[in-house]
């Protein structure tokens, strides 16, 4: 199974794939297309591209309008208080991903915030998308609160955003590798950084059992190659 991540996920719809859309937070964040064009650039330096975007956004009500059940909502939750208002508005059924790893706002959860009222036995999908930093111990207590789902890994926090892009491959296999041992009877989405089946294979030995890309999507030849030869 292929997953497309934010932003590219919000704008294609492909057969076999699954578009995550968003990250989508309680109330609006007005922005994005000035915060795209100040703060996007890519890194020659650290091979990767790099924004601030900031989780941009239109608002978890306007992703519940325009949900589809072929898709993944990306929800950003920015402060414990936004947790019981999100989940009374959003249908029990509505697949999610909880991403609380994204490394430009000012303001993330952590690992003491209980983010459980999420699961619901309608939901297909209810992911935790990490931090490539992230500490095997988060891990520990996002299963304890009885999550399945996870998705390795946003981009690397910097100086001057968040990188995507290949650098990410050593943490995300990394930390898929630890989450596989500890916890096989999890279901791990492997991405960051994926251009070529190699990658893939890559991130299938380290134990992923599906795989996302966006940064891919910046080239459109190279991602119908890619299409083509992962559809096979």
């Known amino acids: 199974m292929l997953f497309i991540s934010p932003p590219f996920g919000n704008y294609i719809n492909l057969d076999n794939v ?11 964040r007005d922005g994005l297309f000035e915060q795209i064009i ?32 072929k898709s993944v909502v990306s929800i950003a939750i920015l402060d414990k208080d936004d947790i019981q208002p999100i989940v009374s508005k959003i249908p029990n059924n509505m697949n999610i991903e909880l991403n609380v790893s994204c490394p430009n706002v000012s303001r993330n959860i952590t690992n003491t915030i209980n983010l459980s009222p999420f699961i619901k036995k309608e939901r297909d999908w209810c992911i935790v998308k990490l ?11 996002y299963y304890k609160q009885g999550f399945r789902q996870f998705h390795c890994c946003n981009t690397i926090p910097i100086d001057k955003g968040g990188l ?4 990410i491959i050593p943490y995300s296999t990394s930390l898929i590798s630890d989450i596989k ?3 096989p009877d999890t279901k791990i989405i492997g991405g960051g950084g ?14 992923a059992d599906y795989f996302s890309i966006s940064t891919l999507l910046f080239n459109p030849f190279k991602f119908a190659a890619f299409y083509c030869d992962i559809s096979k």
Do not use: H, Q
């Open 18 to 28: 699954i578009s995550i859309k968003g990250s989508y937070t309680l109330y609006p």
């Open 38 to 69: 100040k703060t996007l650039r890519y890194s020659f330096e650290n091979e990767g591209w790099i924004n601030k975007i900031g989780l941009r956004n239109k608002g978890i009500d306007y992703a519940i309008e325009n949900y589809d059940k």
């Open 131 to 141: 931090s490539p930093l992230c500490d095997i111990s988060l891990v520990d207590d």
């Open 164 to 167: 995507s892009g290949k650098s």
């Open 181 to 183: 041992k500890k916890y």
């Open 194 to 207: 994926i251009k070529t089946m190699e990658d893939v294979n890559t991130y299938k030995i380290s134990g």
